[in-house]
């Protein structure tokens, strides 16, 4: 069982544990993720790694409802345990010395990508962090991008607060501009093809990392097979982090939508058992 220590409310979809797995936080590495299962009757769901703290054996996850599972973690607070937490899994992040490096976090690929920026910029780099967000009300974690950040630009869709517009705009703007040596795009998927879009004629490296639908996260089942090149990969074992120009975008959007309907009834029966 892992206690969960600490809950934090972003918005009405989103939320943080901040849960107690000391074996857990002390191997982890930027880029990883977990699979979550909260009970004995609940599906597993693979979630990132927002955060790790190995002096107080945490690790810090950030969730987003999107479908019955999620909505019903919900209900957990403080206090509460979860059934197990399988990880860390997944590939590392590649951190090295590159130069310039341009984090960007659209929506819930915010919290992913801030142990990324924070090790980016320990290995001495020039960070540059952009995060977009729909509108004010659900931004998040701004000070601590400031702290690990050269430069920040937040945007949102409605103009709200910061940049009005989407993330590729100032993305589009920094790589136009020449130095940019390395772009790391966390966020849904049409946001990552579309700043892997925007770095292609530039010939900017931009490592994207793909979120498919997992079951086991360990390269058994199959359901994150994506194409990546002329190959085929497991987002579990291979991932998630991927060379955003080379990812078969389309067809991983299509993979991604085909349990839609059964996630839907799922949700609708759950809402009404409420």
């Known amino acids: 069982?892992?206690?969960?220590?600490?809950?934090?409310?972003?918005?009405?979809?989103?939320?943080?544990?901040?849960?107690?797995?000391?074996?857990?936080?002390?191997?982890?590495?930027?880029?990883?993720?977990?699979?979550?299962?909260?009970?004995?009757?609940?599906?597993?769901?693979?979630?990132?790694?927002?955060?790790?703290?190995?002096?107080?054996?945490?690790?810090t996850l950030v969730i987003q409802v999107v479908g019955k599972t999620s909505k019903e973690m919900t209900s957990y607070e403080p206090g509460d345990s979860i059934l197990n937490v399988a990880g860390p899994l997944g590939e590392a992040s590649h951190i090295m010395k590159f130069g310039t490096v341009v984090m960007v976090g659209g929506g819930l690929g915010v919290a992913p990508v801030y142990p990324q920026l924070r090790a980016f910029k320990e290995a001495g780099n020039h960070t540059i962090s952009?995060?977009?967000?729909?509108?004010?009300?659900?931004?998040?974690?701004?000070?601590?991008?400031?702290?690990?950040?050269?430069?920040?630009?937040?945007?949102?869709?409605?103009?709200?607060?910061?940049?009005?517009?989407?993330?590729?705009?100032?993305?589009?703007?920094?790589?136009?501009?020449?130095?940019?040596?390395?772009?790391?795009?966390?966020?849904?998927?049409?946001?990552?093809?579309?700043?892997?879009?925007?770095?292609?004629?530039?010939?900017?490296?931009?490592?994207?990392?793909?979120?498919?639908?997992?079951?086991?996260?360990?390269?058994?089942?199959?359901?994150?097979?994506?194409?990546?090149?002329n190959e085929v990969k497991f987002a579990c074992i291979d991932g998630p982090d991927m060379d955003g120009h080379i990812v078969n975008f389309d067809e991983l959007l299509i993979r991604q939508r085909r349990f839609d309907k059964y996630e839907k009834i799922a949700l609708k029966r759950f809402d009404s058992s409420q």
């Open 130 to 229: 952009i995060v977009g967000f729909r509108s004010k009300e659900i931004v998040f974690w701004e000070e601590r991008f400031r702290y690990f950040s050269d430069e920040l630009i937040v945007t949102t869709d409605d103009g709200s607060y910061g940049e009005k517009g989407l993330v590729t705009e100032p993305l589009k703007r920094l790589v136009s501009h020449g130095g940019v040596n390395l772009v790391i795009a966390i966020g849904p998927l049409v946001m990552m093809r579309a700043c892997a879009e925007v770095t292609r004629p530039f010939g900017v490296k931009t490592i994207v990392s793909l979120n498919p639908i997992m079951v086991d996260g360990t390269g058994m089942c199959g359901s994150c097979r994506v194409s990546v090149g």
């Open 1 to 59: 069982m892992y206690k969960i220590i600490r809950k934090e409310i972003f918005s009405p979809t989103t939320y943080m544990w901040e849960i107690e797995a000391p074996d857990i936080a002390q191997a982890s590495r930027p880029g990883q993720f977990v699979i979550v299962h909260h009970s004995s009757t609940s599906e597993r769901i693979p979630l990132t790694i927002a955060d790790y703290n190995t002096g107080r054996g945490t690790i």
